[in-house]
């Protein structure tokens, strides 16, 4: 079946603007993940969702960053006054409980210039 | 915060050789996971390790969580040059809500 999908693959945006990066999960999948990460590091995470909530936000570095999933499927991360140490691959991943493996999507490389 | 340490960063091998990384942490995992990177795309989930002393293969692929939960390695047999990329390995917090990943062994195969 299909796997985790993110778009746009490849953002760029000048710094101080306002970028929303998508995620669509595998389908039946309530867990869903946004991940960080920074060149020749692992992944960090920013938040994590179980359903429509956000069950925990404590990756998320400062108040320009949120994340929405209204729906319970497909998740939104919006980065608001971007600065070009937002630059990093953002990652989604997905799973079908919170105790189970994650899936990965290919990632939304952002560059803020 | 919890922190994985991950090891060796990179290697250099011949194919057809044998590869051990192994990733240790200061804090208990209940769950390990292996994923493997390519440049330009998302970590591929390899194996995932659910008990401790569990020892799991996939194909050339095997991997052991440790007894005392703290740390956990993989094994490649017979390396092949498509084995090329980043290895990471990660733990899953009790609440199984977020993945600590450590920071990577980078694998390079000469054919």
């Known amino acids: 079946g299909a796997g985790v999908s993110q778009t746009p693959s490849n953002k760029v945006t000048e710094k101080g603007k306002y970028v929303e990066l998508r995620c669509d999960p595998i389908?039946?999948?309530?867990?869903l993940y946004w991940y960080r990460q920074s060149l020749g590091q692992g992944p960090e995470f920013l938040i994590y969702f179980q359903g429509t909530g956000a069950a925990d936000d404590s990756g998320l570095p400062n108040d320009r960053f949120f994340a929405v999933r209204p729906e319970g499927s497909v998740s939104t991360l919006k980065i608001q006054r971007t600065e070009r140490g937002d630059s990093a691959v953002y990652l989604c991943?997905?799973?079908?409980?919170?105790?189970?493996?994650?899936?990965f999507g290919p990632g939304t490389r952002l560059t803020v210039t | 915060g919890q922190q994985l340490n991950q090891s060796p960063q990179s290697m250099f091998i011949q194919e057809g050789e044998d590869v051990s990384m192994n990733c240790t942490s200061s804090s208990i995992f209940n769950t390990w996971l292996w994923y493997k990177q390519d440049p330009g795309e998302g970590p591929v989930l390899l194996i995932a390790l659910y008990k401790a002393g569990e020892l799991t293969s996939n194909g050339r692929l095997t991997a052991q969580f440790g007894i005392t939960r703290k740390d956990s390695f993989l094994n490649i047999s017979a390396s092949i040059p498509s084995d090329v990329g980043i290895y990471f390995c990660?733990?899953?917090?009790?609440?199984?809500?977020?993945?600590?990943f450590g920071g990577g062994t980078r694998l390079m195969v000469k054919p």
């Open positions: 389908s039946g999948h309530t867990a």
């Open positions: 991943a997905s799973s079908l409980t919170n105790t189970r493996e994650q899936y």
């Open positions: 990660a733990g899953l917090n009790n609440a199984g809500n977020m993945l600590t």
